[in-house]
C-alpha cells in the first residue's frame, strides 16, 4: 500500500522572529527590574568616585524594592523583600523630588545630626575625619575646570572615600545643623563643591526610603566628554579603559 507523502508547513519566519524579540525584551524588563539596572553619569556630583562619562549598574534587589523600583512607578508605600537597608558610605541612586534620578552617597542615618562647618563635615557633632592626598583638577559637565584637593574620608562606621573639595569656604560649606528625620537617609556628592545633594532642602533635602531605586556596584563602560558609546570612532582616544569592569567602592 503506497504510503501517503506530507507536506511539512512551511514556518512562519516573521512570527518566530517577534516572538524572540518579544521573549528577549520580557526577560531584559525583569532583568532590568529585579535584578540590575544600568545608569550613566552626566554630572560632576560625585567626582572622582564617579566620572562625568561613567556607565555603571545598580543593584535592585540589595534593599528590596519600592514604588520606584519599576520602570512605572506604583501607587504603593513602603518596601518589599527588603532585607537590608542603606548603610553609611553606600552609594545609592533615588527618585529625587525634581523627578529625576540621582546617586549620592549616604552620609547621614535616621535620626542623625548634620552638618558642615568651614568645609568640614560633622555626624551627630563628632568630626569625621579626612586626610589630604593630593591635588587634581576638576572638570565638570560644561567644561569648566577648577583645582582641588583630594581627601580620603573615614566615616564613623570605618567606611573610607576619597572626597574633594575646590575649597573650605564655597557655598555648602557652612550648613545645618540637619535633623534627618525618621525613614530618610541625608545624601552628599564625593564633590563637596559641586554637588547639590541633601543640604540643599529645596532641591534635595531628606531622601525617603520609599524613593531608593538600588545600591550602586560596579561600572562596565566610561568615556570622557560624555560622548555618546555609540560613536564607536570615538571609543580609541576617549574611552576610559581603565575604569571598565570595576566596584565603585575602589
Known amino acids: 500500500m503506497a504510503k501517503a507523502k506530507t507536506t511539512a508547513k512551511p514556518k512562519n519566519e516573521l512570527v518566530e522572529t517577534i516572538v524572540v524579540i518579544v521573549e528577549a525584551l520580557a526577560i531584559a524588563l525583569i532583568f532590568r527590574t529585579f535584578l540590575f539596572q544600568p545608569f550613566s553619569i552626566p554630572t560632576a556630583s560625585m567626582q572622582s568616585t564617579l566620572m562625568i ?24 508605600e513602603g518596601r518589599f523583600l527588603s532585607f537590608a537597608s542603606p548603610q553609611r558610605g553606600d552609594i545609592a541612586v533615588f527618585h529625587n523630588i525634581t523627578g529625576d534620578d540621582y546617586i549620592k552617597r549616604v552620609i547621614g542615618m535616621p535620626g ?9 563635615l560633622y555626624i551627630n557633632g563628632t568630626l569625621v575625619e579626612r586626610e589630604e592626598i593630593g591635588k587634581s583638577t576638576d572638570t565638570d559637565s560644561s567644561m569648566n575646570a577648577v583645582p582641588v584637593t583630594l581627601y580620603t574620608e573615614t566615616l564613623p562606621n570605618g567606611v573610607t572615600h576619597t572626597i574633594q573639595e575646590i575649597s573650605d569656604d564655597a557655598q555648602l560649606d557652612n550648613m545645618g545643623p540637619y535633623v534627618v528625620p525618621a525613614g530618610h537617609y541625608f545624601m552628599m556628592g564625593d564633590n563637596r563643591d559641586r ?15 520609599d524613593a531608593i ?36 567602592y575602589k
Do not use: C, H
Request: charged share 20%; no cysteine.
Open 53 to 76: 562619562g561613567d556607565y555603571f549598574i545598580a543593584n535592585k534587589w540589595a534593599w528590596g524594592f519600592g514604588k520606584y523600583s519599576f520602570p512605572i512607578p506604583l501607587p504603593f
Open 112 to 120: 542623625d545630626t548634620i552638618e558642615t562647618k568651614v568645609g568640614r
Open 195 to 209: 554637588s547639590a545633594d541633601s543640604r540643599v532642602l529645596n532641591q534635595v533635602g531628606y531622601v525617603p526610603l
Open 213 to 248: 531605586i538600588g545600591k550602586a556596584e560596579a561600572r562596565f563602560f566610561s568615556i570622557k566628554n560624555n560622548l555618546p558609546p555609540w560613536q564607536l570612532w570615538q571609543w580609541p582616544a576617549n574611552v576610559r579603559w581603565d575604569r571598565m569592569f570595576q566596584s565603585v
